[in-house]
Antibody, heavy 122, light 107 residues
Framework: EVQVVESGGGLVKPGGSLRLSCAAS????????MSWVRQAPGKGLEWVSS????????YYADSVKGRFTISRDNAKNSLYLQMNSLRAEDTAVYYC???????????????WGQGSLVTVSS | DIQMTQSPSSLSASVGDRVTITCRAS??????LAWFQQKPGKAPKSLIY???SLQSGVPSKFSGSGSGTDFTLTISSLQPEDFATYYC?????????FGQGTKVEIK
């Protein structure tokens, strides 16, 4: 069974840092691109960042570029999101999502974790 | 960036109704369009990819259509478990972008 489980969320002060982790199981982690998607309280979904299977392609939303860093350790079946210089507007549930490549060669999100809440507040 | 616009933002429907949600992209995205269902307090669940392909395990009452800039999600016969918020998302280019969501409520 495919599973992705986020951890590392919590309360942090503005300007602080936090590192999210996503533990994957039930599939060959090293064969899939992975992404982070967030959802502010009562709001819609916002894509944050994506990383290819071998970490050779990395993308960020403009809202987090220069502050967040996505990485992965294929030996540990884990995805990470290092979040620095956090702002109140970064408060959200952060989801880890697996990206499946379809017949077109493009990848879409097929499995999502349960999410990890990050609250940025003084 | 590609803007995704869903309509309506919310709708009220009865059990057994046929429901259609529309998603429009600000530019041509071919068929690189996915639909997700989200229930309160839960993670999104993938329903459809490539505009019309059902994800594994998703019941056939869900169907998707469209190409280019205009897409639809149809639920053929609404059941109690289908009351949720639905999102479209383009994966034609980065940044990946989502529609604002359509909340399907019980009439």
């Amino acid at each position: 069974e495919v599973q992705v489980v986020e951890s590392g969320g919590g309360l942090v002060k503005p300007g602080g840092s936090l590192r999210l982790s996503c533990a994957a199981s039930g599939f060959t982690f090293s064969s899939y691109s992975m992404s982070w998607v967030r959802q502010a309280p009562g709001k819609g979904l916002e894509w944050v960042s994506s990383i290819s299977s071998r970490s050779d392609y990395i993308y960020y939303a403009d809202s987090v570029k220069g502050r967040f860093t996505i990485s992965r350790d294929n030996a540990k079946n884990s995805l990470y999101l290092q979040m620095n210089s956090l702002r109140a507007e970064d408060t959200a549930v952060y989801y880890c999502a697996r990206a499946k490549v379809d017949s077109s060669g493009y990848s879409n999100f097929d499995y999502w974790g349960q999410g990890s809440l990050v609250t940025v507040s003084s | 960036d590609i803007q995704m616009t869903q309509s309506p933002s919310s709708l009220s429907a009865s059990v057994g109704d046929r429901v259609t949600i529309t998603c429009r992209a600000s530019q041509d995205i071919s068929n690189y369009l996915a639909w997700f269902q989200q229930k309160p307090g839960k993670a999104p669940k993938s329903l459809i990819y490539a505009a019309s392909s059902l994800q594994s395990g998703v019941p056939s009452k869900f169907s998707g259509s469209g190409s280019g800039t205009d897409f639809t999600l149809t639920i053929s016969s609404l059941q109690p478990e289908d009351f949720a918020t639905y999102y479209c998302q383009q994966y034609s280019s980065y940044p990946r972008t989502f529609g604002q969501g359509t909340k399907v409520e019980i009439k």
